[in-house]
């Protein structure tokens, strides 16, 4: 299957394929055979620099490759090596997973041929599209962040066989634990192809995270053994109870790295096209990767644009994060909301309706983009996050900060129709919910990088002992405080995420960059779970579910809330401005509902309206129905 006539199309003689070279002086298409047998064959450049050829009798399961071969000058952004092998960048499967050699990166002329090492493009059948539908999830529900691999490696209900892969998604008890918290889409961190970062093959690690693509169309080997279908098969199983499915894309880089980086696919194939450069020839990188995918080049438009409707397409995904993704309206004069691909996919008649999401933030200039991008776009709020752990950590004058973000960051957001806030207060990078109050520092030094990697300041606090800790009054208030934290995002107005593990206080023993954790400290620990945690996060999700005033997008008008002290009376500007307040409650007119929030460190008996008194327990935050 191919789209937008790109990569290999079946027809009923055989298989043609295309691909957009324009600096090449030759392409060549590579067969290979079950014994890894390669039978080149020249293709035809026409006048848009698309290079085709025809093969009779090629079908389903025909695996392939490309060589280019053109002008080497890697300072001047050309990098045409035909003893490289290059993947298809429309190749809609691959055979294995990508495992990195140095050869990939040799220079021209100085190492051997990299088809032995490659993984290789796999010709797909016609695949019948799914059933157009309106997306499951909708602004306001929760979305939950995983892992696939780690997410059900040591899930004991999971089938060995699926253990680590998408499969395992549709397990029946996967099922019920996604439904008891009330998820309303599974936030699939990136299933596209991979490969290792060069560096950690020397240390004996591997990426577990999947931020380092090599395709944007075929699905890793290692979690989609089914390929196509086996996604396919798990989003209908999701969408039938309920759940939508979105897919973490990478789009703002490939797994080619830097000038010392592997010849894959796109640097080998048209680098200046794919890739922005400085005026001399240097890559830019504003991702911290090693380079920056030009995102706003027309042919990487169709690129990026053809991937994301065939996953809507052929799997029914309901939508899409973005990460980084400032990267993908940034101009020549900076980051700009209408930008030619951003308004494109607000445009398209298959992704217009789709969910969007953005990281909105890289490294680049201009990079911090919150609040810019604009409908119909969704924005990890990092604010949200850093507010409410400065809230919870004791620190003085959060109270407003506290507030506004608890009522849907409308001061990112205003003058919107709605909140577009993602609520979270931890994610896939940075510590794990139970890690913040239990290390204020990061603990790396198994990433092999002599703890350098990873952000220094994390917000967190750790109750007295830096880490694990067999005192059981240690473990009580951390168990509170986790517990103060899950009540605090469940009762935030608008969309709310999760990190999987993380409504169990799973913890990654202080590393907060595990992108090479690939074992036990990064796959979720089912069987130890801290019950007493997981059993709070269901109660507040059945909770929310009820409450309506939770799920609205829409701004708080005048009228619409009152915010008291414990003593029942409308907070006072004084107050509002008081460093040392740690308590205040949100009462919602139209429902009589109130969440009461005692920060303080002692417990506090709050006066609610209609003469009704709550006492409300230490550092923690007690919804109350009218």
């Known amino acids: 299957m191919s789209m937008g006539?790109?990569?290999?199309?079946?027809?009923?003689?055989?298989?043609?394929?295309?691909?957009?070279?324009?600096?090449?002086?030759?392409?060549?298409?590579?067969l290979f055979d079950a014994d890894d047998a390669e039978r080149r064959l020249p293709m035809a450049r026409d006048?848009?620099?698309?290079?085709?050829?025809?093969?009779?009798?090629?079908?389903?399961?025909?695996?392939?490759?490309?060589?280019?071969?053109?002008?080497?000058?890697?300072?001047?952004?050309?990098?045409?090596?035909?003893?490289?092998?290059?993947?298809d960048p429309y190749a809609p499967a691959i055979d294995r997973a990508f495992t990195y050699d140095p050869a990939m990166?040799?220079?021209?002329?100085?190492?051997?041929?990299?088809?032995?090492?490659?993984?290789?493009?796999?010709?797909?059948?016609?695949?019948?599209?799914?059933?157009?539908?309106?997306?499951?999830?909708?602004?306001?529900?929760?979305?939950y962040e995983l892992q696939v691999r780690g997410f059900s490696m040591l899930h004991p209900d999971v089938p060995e066989a699926e253990r680590g892969t998408i499969a395992a998604l549709r397990h029946p008890a996967?099922?019920?634990?996604?439904?008891?918290?009330?998820?309303?889409?599974?936030?699939?961190?990136?299933?596209?192809?991979?490969?290792?970062?060069?560096?950690?093959?020397?240390l004996?690690?591997?990426?577990?995270?999947?931020?380092?693509?090599?395709?944007?169309?075929?699905?890793?080997?290692?979690?989609?053994?089914?390929?196509?279908?086996?996604?396919?098969?798990?989003?209908?199983?999701?969408?039938?109870?309920?759940?939508?499915?979105?897919?973490?894309?990478?789009?703002?880089?490939?797994?080619?790295?830097?000038?010392?980086?592997?010849?894959?696919?796109?640097?080998?194939?048209?680098?200046?096209?794919?890739?922005?450069?400085?005026?001399?020839?240097?890559?830019?990188?504003?991702?911290?990767?090693?380079?920056?995918?030009?995102?706003?080049?027309?042919?990487?438009?169709?690129?990026?644009?053809?991937?994301?409707?065939?996953?809507?397409?052929q799997a029914g995904i309901d939508g899409f994060r973005f990460d980084l993704a400032p990267a993908l309206g940034r101009l020549d004069d900076g980051f700009d909301p209408d930008a030619p691909l951003l308004a494109e996919m607000r445009a398209d008649p298959?992704?217009?309706?789709r969910i969007l999401i953005a990281e909105p933030w890289d490294i680049g200039p201009g990079g911090y983009q919150l609040g810019r991008f604009g409908e119909p776009w969704l924005e990890w709020n990092d604010r949200y996050r850093d507010d409410m752990r400065r809230f919870w950590r004791g620190d003085a004058g959060m109270v407003g900060a506290f507030a506004t973000r608890l009522a849907g960051s409308f001061d990112i957001f205003g003058g919107e129709r709605r909140t577009r806030s993602v609520n979270f207060l931890a994610a896939h990078d940075g510590f794990t919910l139970a890690d913040c109050t239990a290390y204020e520092h990061k603990?790396?030094?198994?990433?092999?990088?002599?703890?350098?990697?990873?952000?220094?300041?994390?917000?967190?606090?750790?109750?007295?002992?830096?880490?694990?800790?067999?005192?059981?009054?240690?473990?009580?208030?951390?168990?509170?405080?986790?517990?103060?934290?899950?009540?605090?995002?469940?009762?935030?107005?608008?969309?709310?995420?999760?990190?999987?593990?993380?409504?169990?206080?799973?913890?990654?023993?202080?590393?907060?960059?595990?992108?090479?954790?690939?074992?036990?400290?990064t796959w979720i620990d089912w069987v130890g779970r801290d019950r007493a945690i997981e059993a709070h996060a269901f109660a507040a999700a059945d909770w929310r579910a009820e409450c309506d005033e939770l799920h609205d997008v829409t701004p708080l008008r005048d009228g619409d809330v009152d915010w008291l002290d414990e003593a029942g009376h409308p907070l006072r500007i004084a107050q509002w401005e008081d460093p040392a307040r740690r308590r205040l409650a949100l009462r919602?007119?139209?429902?009589?509902?109130?969440?009461?929030?005692?920060?303080?460190?002692?417990?506090?008996?709050?006066?609610?309206?209609?003469?009704?008194?709550?006492?409300?327990?230490a550092r923690s935050l007690l919804p109350q129905q009218p």
């Open 204 to 313: 004996g690690l591997t990426n577990a995270w999947g931020y380092n693509p090599v395709s944007y169309f075929a699905l890793d080997p290692r979690l989609a053994p089914g390929g196509m279908a086996e996604l396919c098969d798990t989003v209908a199983v999701l969408h039938q109870a309920g759940i939508g499915v979105i897919l973490d894309m990478v789009y703002n880089h490939d797994g080619e790295s830097d000038r010392s980086g592997p010849i894959l696919s796109l640097r080998g194939l048209n680098a200046r096209g794919y890739f922005r450069h400085e005026p001399g020839g240097r890559l830019i990188n504003d991702t911290g990767t090693g380079n920056s995918v030009d995102c706003n080049q027309p042919m990487v438009r169709r690129l990026i644009l053809d991937s994301l409707r065939h996953f809507v397409t």
């Open 47 to 87: 006048a848009d620099a698309l290079w085709q050829v025809h093969v009779q009798g090629a079908g389903a399961g025909t695996r392939y490759g490309l060589r280019a071969d053109g002008p080497y000058d890697p300072d001047g952004g050309l990098w045409f090596d035909p003893d490289k092998l290059l993947l």
């Open 443 to 521: 603990h790396n030094r198994a990433n092999g990088e002599d703890n350098r990697d990873g952000h220094g300041e994390n917000l967190s606090w750790n109750n007295g002992v830096e880490g694990m800790s067999g005192d059981p009054v240690v473990q009580a208030v951390r168990r509170r405080d986790v517990q103060a934290l899950l009540s605090t995002l469940f009762c935030s107005r608008g969309t709310i995420m999760l990190t999987a593990g993380d409504e169990f206080g799973r913890s990654q023993q202080g590393n907060n960059n595990a992108y090479a954790q690939d074992n036990r400290l």
């Open 588 to 617: 919602f007119r139209a429902s009589g509902l109130v969440i009461c929030v005692n920060g303080s460190g002692e417990d506090c008996l709050f006066e609610l309206p209609g003469g009704k008194a709550v006492a409300v327990p």
């Open 5 to 30: 006539g790109f990569g290999p199309v079946v027809d009923a003689a055989g298989t043609r394929f295309s691909v957009w070279a324009p600096d090449a002086t030759q392409m060549w298409l590579c």
């Open 350 to 353: 298959i992704l217009g309706d």
């Open 174 to 202: 996967i099922i019920e634990h996604l439904q008891r918290l009330h998820v309303a889409a599974v936030e699939l961190m990136p299933i596209n192809a991979w490969i290792d970062e060069r560096h950690l093959g020397p």
């Open 105 to 143: 990166a040799a220079a021209r002329g100085e190492g051997a041929d990299t088809a032995p090492l490659m993984s290789k493009g796999l010709v797909t059948g016609p695949v019948p599209a799914v059933d157009p539908h309106p997306p499951c999830f909708r602004p306001g529900g929760l979305i």
